[in-house]
């Protein structure tokens, strides 16, 4: 029997799930991270770098939580700053320049909502790489490995092909919002998650993602070595693609096209 949505979700939060790091370090060689926004500080919630991916070179960014209670309070819970975004940005920008393809793993219940991130500029920080993404002329490929919330995961899935894996969840709002905003009772969360479409399911029959990976052997060598096999037959489809830029905007102009639209008399 498959899980229901809100068992999803709780898979998609489990400490034990493989976070960003963990795909860097299994599936790329010779990662070498990069720090720093350039304006303002480092965000330990958005790691990123220069690595290999079967002998050629990729740009990798990655929203990591982190395993234990340290290492979660130090990533801030993978909840990223303003910085943490405009971190990835100036990673993706700079391979764009050198001609290198992007992969992002986007594990977070959303942007970090402090007073100071909003001072800072935390709308801007994500409108600016919905924007500037969308018109990156190198291939991009982001994969949901746990949560994926609201614009905090969106701003490092403006891709050309988004996947998920077979228990991540991708939702604009956390089940427990949405069953606070609705019904004024965070306990209804269940009740929420079968409404919001989460689940990788939902995101396929939408058109939302491209692709369902299983998670059999999840957090072993095979289970690496399957997503590093599908993700060089991508990019190298990808980076003979000579109209990558259209095809992105045309990718996310069909989101809905076929929806029936409720008319009200």
Not at 59 to 69: L, N
Not at 93 to 110: N, W
Not at 243 to 249: A, G, M, S
Request: with cysteine; aromatic share 8%; proline share 3%.
């Amino acid at each position: 029997m498959s899980a229901t949505p809100y068992e999803r979700v709780k898979l998609a939060r489990d400490n034990n799930r493989p976070t960003g790091l963990d795909y860097i370090r299994n599936i790329f060689q010779g990662f070498i991270e990069l720090h720093g926004d350039r304006r303002y500080a480092d965000d330990p919630a958005i790691v990123g770098g220069i690595a290999w991916l079967n002998g050629n070179p990729v740009t990798v960014i990655a929203i990591e939580k982190g395993h234990t209670a340290k290492e979660r309070a130090y990533r801030n819970f993978g909840a990223p700053h303003p910085e943490g975004y405009r971190k990835a940005l100036r990673l993706m920008k700079q391979a764009e320049k050198f001609g290198r393809p992007i992969v992002c793993f986007i594990d977070t219940s959303g942007a970090y909502c402090g007073i100071g991130a909003e001072e800072r500029g935390q709308g801007e920080a994500i409108a600016e790489n919905l924007l500037e993404m969308s018109t990156l002329c190198v291939p991009i490929l982001s994969i949901l490995i746990g949560e994926g919330g609201s614009g905090g995961a969106l701003a490092l899935a403006v891709a050309d092909q988004v996947w998920m894996l077979q228990n991540s969840v991708y939702s604009v709002i956390s089940p427990e919002g949405c069953a606070s905003i609705l019904w004024k009772d965070s306990s209804k969360a269940e009740s929420a998650a079968e409404s919001l479409k989460l689940t990788a399911e939902d995101a396929k029959s939408l058109g939302v993602i491209e692709r369902i990976l299983t998670e059999k052997d999840i957090g072993k060598k095979d289970f690496y070595d399957r997503i590093r096999t599908l993700l060089h037959e991508e990019i190298n489809h990808l980076s003979n693609d000579m109209d990558l830029i259209n095809k992105r905007y045309a990718r996310f102009r069909r989101f809905g096209a076929d929806a029936v639209i409720q008319e009200y008399v």
